[in-house]
């Protein structure tokens, strides 16, 4: 039974840095295909970004992309979304999401949040000055 914790999220200044960790256990976080999403007050939960099993496929939302870098760490069965740059608009609260037969596109299934199979608990975000 896997199980997703994510952690790492602060408050931080506009133009500043975060790196998000979504730590697994009960199962090998590198068999799945593994997705970021947000949600902000008042929003409805979206996709920043997701990858395949075999990190050989990625995407991005466009209003993250070149700024927010998803990996892995298959040794510490740990999945990273790297934040650059900032703004308040990105400010939610950021959760892990992982599938272990993703069934769609990599794109689609980053596009809606259901059709995952496991959630972490969700980690705040907060970009302010």
């Known amino acids: 039974q896997l199980r997703l914790v994510e952690s790492g999220g602060d408050l931080v200044q506009p133009g500043g840095s975060l790196r998000l960790s979504c730590a697994g256990s009960g199962s090998t976080l590198q068999y799945y295909a593994i997705g970021w999403f947000r949600q902000a007050p008042g929003k409805e939960r979206e996709g920043v970004s997701c990858m395949y099993s075999g990190g050989s496929t990625s995407t991005y939302a466009d209003s993250v992309a070149g700024r927010f870098f998803i990996s892995r760490d298959n040794a510490k069965n740990t999945v990273y979304l790297e934040m650059t740059n900032l703004k308040p608009e990105d400010t939610a609260v950021y959760y892990c999401?992982?599938?272990?037969?993703?069934?769609?596109?990599?794109?689609?299934?980053?596009?809606?949040?259901?059709?995952?199979?496991?959630w972490g608990q969700g980690t705040q975000v907060t970009v302010s000055s």
């Open positions: 999401a992982a599938d272990g037969l993703p069934m769609m596109s990599i794109q689609t299934m980053c596009a809606s949040d259901s059709g995952w199979d496991y």
